[in-house]
């Protein structure tokens, strides 16, 4: 399977964890080790990303229905690493009625090849995007 398909194949999993309220199929694209470094929350890397991330998933869903559109920019493979960036943009709807939240996001995620031959995050990066504005 071309690499950068299998990239693809990954993110949609990614997408459909969220869009699914579903924490595990969310965490299958990650590395078993990872590093977070997600806007507004803590740096978590290695044995405690994963059951951090876990948690925070699983309050964001029980609170909200959760809607994520992926807008990827690019992605570039060297060997068994690849980098791919772009835009997350979510709604968030709460579960016990109110006006949706929408967040968009900056992303840049660093790719590992396992030894299995999946592809893994193994490093996220995003901040909240900012509008452009004329000068």
Do not use: C
């Not at 690849?82 to 997350?88: E, K, M, Q, R």
Request: glycine content about 6%; cysteine-free; proline content about 6%.
């Amino acid at each position: 399977m071309d690499d950068v398909y299998a990239i693809n194949l990954a993110k949609s999993h990614y997408r459909e964890g969220f869009n699914t309220a579903d924490v595990e199929r969310v965490l299958s694209a990650f590395a078993p080790e990872f590093t977070d470094m997600s806007d507004g929350r803590p740096y978590r890397s290695r044995a405690n990303a994963a059951p951090e991330l876990r948690q925070f998933l699983a309050r964001l869903f029980a609170e909200y229905q959760p809607k994520l559109n992926v807008i990827i920019n690019a992605i570039s493979v060297f060997g068994d690493n690849a980098y791919d960036y772009g835009w997350h943009e979510f709604t968030l709807m709460p579960r016990n009625g109110g006006e949706p939240l929408y967040r968009r996001t900056r992303y840049l995620e660093l790719w590992r090849k396992q030894p299995n031959g999946d592809w893994r995050i193994s490093k996220f990066i995003d901040n909240s995007d900012v509008p452009d504005t004329v000068d």
